[in-house]
């Protein structure tokens, strides 16, 4: 599974958007939801940063949907509307993966992710390394190897599998950004983990090897559904 998914959700309607914000946080591999009431604003999203895939509800007032599709080069696009006819001039735009009439059911929403996230992972170019500043050097970090990454003020120190650790010139969250749609996970607000070296979890802490690691709040249930689990003993 593709993990830390970035979203956007252009709707004309900001009820509309919570509505699917709050069914989106339930998603674990969702890392990023953005929301915006306005096309021009979402247009500059695209412009600005990275975004994976977007939910686009048709009923958008101030710019008709459908030319707004034909206008500009969307990211992966889910279109939720109320017309279902809509659908079929739709399916005519290359970015459009699926369209999902309202009243929008979570069964549905499901089955359209996983057509996204199939979607996605074709068309993601991924290595097995990344390349990371360390002082005035750029070094070459093999990521299996990786075992955490842990947040060092405004940089960060990189922690391998043989105990070792670099200090990068990134901070925390620039570092989950470049290691985005891979196993490595933040999971609390100063550490990033990779999943392939979690060995033993509960409720409140992991164990890479023998060092415990506490879970940051916000965190705790996006590991247990991570791993298709929906409860912690």
Same mark, same amino acid.
């Given at each position: ?7 956007? !959700? ?8 919570? &509505?699917?914000?709050? +069914? ?10 953005? *929301? ?8 500059? #999203? ?8 977007? /939910? ?5 007032? &101030? ?22 006819? /809509? ?13 999902? &009439? ?8 499901? $089955?359209? +992710? ?59 969250? &620039?570092?989950?950004?470049?290691? $985005? ?11 990033? /983990?990779?999943?392939? #070296? ?5 409720? $409140? ?7 415990? /690691?506490? +879970?940051? *709040?916000?965190? $705790? ?7 298709? !689990?929906?409860?912690?003993?």
């Amino acid at each position: 599974m593709i993990m830390n998914i970035s979203v956007l !959700i252009l709707a004309d309607q900001q009820e509309q958007a919570t &509505e699917l914000t709050n +069914l989106l946080k339930n998603i674990p591999y969702i890392s990023t939801i953005k *929301v915006s009431t306005n096309p021009v604003e979402a247009l500059n #999203h695209f412009l600005s940063e990275k975004i994976d895939l977007v /939910f686009f509800d048709m009923e958008t007032a &101030e710019i008709n949907g459908l030319e707004l599709l034909a206008s500009f080069q969307f990211p992966p696009t889910i279109v939720i509307s109320s017309r279902p006819a /809509f659908a079929i001039a739709c399916f005519d735009n290359n970015s459009v993966i699926d369209f999902i &009439e309202k009243p929008m059911k979570m069964l549905r929403l499901m $089955r359209a +992710l996983n057509r996204a996230t199939k979607y996605i992972s074709m068309n993601t170019i991924t290595n097995d390394y990344v390349y990371l500043k360390t002082g005035s050097k750029t070094k070459n970090f093999k990521i299996d190897s990786i075992q955490y990454i842990e947040a060092d003020g405004i940089y960060c120190k990189v922690w391998m599998n043989n105990g070792s650790f670099s200090h990068v010139n990134d901070n925390i969250t &620039e570092m989950e950004n470049k290691l $985005r749609h891979t196993r490595l996970i933040r999971l609390h607000k100063s550490f990033i /983990f990779n999943l392939n #070296h979690i060995n033993t979890f509960n409720s $409140r802490n992991i164990w890479i090897g023998d060092k415990q /690691f506490s +879970l940051g *709040v916000t965190y $705790r249930s996006k590991l247990g559904n991570i791993l298709n !689990i929906n409860s912690f003993e």
